[in-house]
């Protein structure tokens, strides 16, 4: 088993085509089934915090337009439109994230009701997705980020999305998980790898710590988020063309989805713009 270090190059130009870095921002699909009524709209605002930094447009999916959301939104700053959603499936939110050329999108559905939908959507969805939680917590959502990494294009990109958000994390874990017996040689290659991912956060003035677990990779990382109290959960997804493929494969983001108690942003390797 050989490991490379990568460069995480290309930096400056996904921050060119997203534009994170002041002027015009990026615009949000934020999907909802308004279950638990009460709390949908406290679960949106925790990402309010984000507006500034990151988002100033929002296009929000929803099952009807209840006079109690429209009020809400109504005395925020940032722009936003409502459209209806019917059925909530895969087809519908990526069919309509093309349509409004959104650069991500934010998944606020009750995980039970919603199974196959989250399930496709790990596997298919071409931007990246934020799945909310709707656990209580006083918190803010990148204020304890736990990084699963397996050093693939999707880690890569996700490692580019950690750099862009920098100044909203205040602690960061870097977690790699093994499902089999690694030589002395496979090891040493391996920490030496993860130090140097921690070396780049740090350099960039993240607070970051570096962490191996061994097992069934989505447990473990659902695990670690828990011994770390983590505040959300960043993973890539590798999108697979193969129906066969898509079949067959473990679908490792949907097990951290379906049992993680935080939320869930996962980035697949090839991101499109808000121009594609």
């Known amino acids: 088993m050989r490991f490379w270090i990568p460069a995480y190059a290309g930096m400056t130009d996904f921050l060119r085509k997203h534009q994170f870095s002041g002027g015009k921002r990026v615009k949000l699909l934020y999907v909802t089934d308004l279950k638990e009524r009460a709390s949908s709209f406290d679960v ?3 990402l309010l915090l984000l507006e500034k930094k990151v988002f100033d ?8 337009s209840p006079d109690e959301w429209i009020k ?6 940032f722009q936003f439109e409502t459209k209806t959603i019917r059925n909530f499936s895969c087809k519908e939110i990526t069919s309509l994230a093309e349509e409004e050329r959104v650069s991500f999108i934010v ?10 939908t989250l399930r496709e959507l790990a596997l298919k969805s071409r931007r990246p997705v934020l799945v909310m939680g709707r656990e209580k917590s006083d918190k803010g959502l990148f ?9 693939s294009p999707a880690s890569a990109k996700v490692m580019e999305h950690i750099l862009t958000f920098r100044e909203l ?4 874990d870097i977690v790699h998980v093994i ?10 290659e391996l920490k030496e790898r993860l130090e140097h991912t921690r070396k780049i956060c740090l350099n960039k003035g993240i ?3 570096s962490h191996i677990y061994a097992g069934e990779v989505a447990e473990e990382i659902v695990t670690a988020s828990e011994d770390y109290r983590g505040t959300i959960i960043v993973v890539g997804s590798g999108t697979e063309k193969s129906f066969m493929k898509r079949i067959f494969k473990k679908n490792k983001v949907y097990n951290i989805i379906k049992d993680a108690a935080v939320p869930v942003l996962f980035v697949p390797a090839a991101v499109p713009t808000s121009r594609d």
């Open 107 to 116: 998944v606020d559905l009750d995980k039970t009701s919603h199974d196959t």
């Open 143 to 151: 204020d304890h980020v736990i990084f699963a990494t397996d050093w």
């Open 169 to 172: 994390i205040d602690e960061l």
């Open 179 to 188: 499902s089999g017996k690694l030589t002395v040689k496979d090891m040493r």
């Open 57 to 64: 447009r929002v296009v929000f999916a929803l099952p009807s």
């Open 44 to 46: 949106f605002k925790k």
């Open 207 to 209: 607070n970051a710590e």
């Open 72 to 77: 809400n939104l109504s005395s925020t700053e």
